[in-house]
C-alpha cells in the first residue's frame, strides 16, 4: 500500500472520531474519557467500545506511525460502530446520503479495495 493509501485511510477516521465522540456520555465518565485497562469501572462501562476507540484513534494519538493493517482493523470497528448505530430507516432508504451512510458506503469500498 501507498503512503497515499495511508494517508486516505487516517482521513477516514476522522468522522467516527468526531461521531463517537458524540455518542459518548463524558459527563457520567469519571476519567475525563481516558480509558483505564486497570480501572474496574473502566472495565464494566457501557462505553468501553467507544471509549477503547478513541483512546486509540483520537487526534492526540500519532496514528501515521500505525501499520495500515492496525489502522484497518481500527476502521473495521468503526464501521460495526456507525452500522450498528443507524436506524432501520437508513438501511431501507436505496440510496440514503447522511453523513453516515456516505461514509459507511466509502469505507467499505476502499477496505475492500485495499
Ligand atoms: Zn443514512
Avoid at 12 to 24: E, G, N, V, Y
Avoid at 98 to 104: G, I, S
Amino acid at each position: 500500500m501507498s503512503e497515499i493509501d495511508k494517508a486516505r485511510l487516517i482521513e477516514l477516521l476522522a468522522f467516527p472520531r468526531k461521531r463517537i465522540l458524540q455518542s459518548m456520555e463524558m459527563r457520567s465518565c469519571p476519567h475525563a474519557g481516558f480509558y483505564n485497562a486497570n480501572d474496574e469501572q473502566c472495565l464494566n462501562c457501557h462505553q468501553e467500545m467507544e471509549c477503547v476507540w478513541m483512546n486509540h484513534n483520537d487526534e492526540l494519538v500519532a496514528v501515521e506511525e500505525k501499520s495500515v493493517t492496525e489502522i484497518k482493523q481500527q476502521l473495521l470497528i468503526a464501521v460495526d460502530f456507525v452500522d450498528s448505530s443507524l436506524t432501520p430507516y437508513h438501511l431501507s432508504r436505496r440510496d440514503c446520503e447522511c453523513d453516515n451512510c456516505a461514509w459507511l458506503k466509502k469505507t467499505q469500498k476502499f477496505l475492500a479495495l485495499n
